[in-house]
């Protein structure tokens, strides 16, 4: 569950909208721990769930300025979290690649990222948003 603040997260989604940047890091500190325990009451993986929450806060973070009414955020964001979790199951399934095979390989492997031009098209708040998220799940790692 969310963490207390003074602030709603109606408030905190009106601030975002207005331009407040730091009120989307405030919600994703609020939500992205409830979103990893969602996407793993579905996928029962650890790492898969982590990786759903952040796919969500992606999707959030792209279609948060079109949210008409910021009291059904909850809901609309724990209704993505639930989609992208059912998504991963069924990409697995379709590929017909057992969930263990998965985490398994997934583990061993490097990965190489290389850079191209879709980096620039992405704000830079979406950035700085993405790079939060990815050191909440590292320090959810390491506790």
């Known amino acids: 569950m969310p963490e207390e603040s003074n602030i709603s997260d109606e408030g905190l989604i009106l601030q975002y ?3 407040r940047e730091e009120a989307l890091v405030e919600l ?3 939500w992205h721990k409830a979103f990893c325990k969602k996407a793993y009451w579905i996928v029962k993986d650890e790492d898969l769930a982590k990786d759903v929450a952040q796919d969500s806060w992606r999707h959030i973070i792209t279609k948060i300025n079109d949210l008409k009414d910021p009291n059904r955020f909850v809901p609309w964001s724990m209704r993505i979290v639930y989609n992208k979790s059912l998504d991963t ?3 697995i399934s379709k590929n ?3 969930k263990e095979k998965y985490v398994k390989d997934n583990k061993s492997e490097a990965v190489e ?3 191209d031009d ?3 098209r992405i704000s830079s708040s ?3 948003s993405l790079a939060i998220i990815f050191f909440l799940s590292i320090a959810e790692i390491q506790k």
Do not use: D, M, T, Y
Request: charged share 30%.
């Open 89 to 91: 199951l069924n990409s």
């Open 28 to 30: 994703v500190k609020r």
């Open 126 to 128: 979406l950035v700085r």
């Open 96 to 98: 017909g690649i057992r």
């Open 113 to 115: 990222f290389k850079e």
């Open 17 to 19: 909208q207005a331009g």
């Open 118 to 120: 879709s980096l620039s």
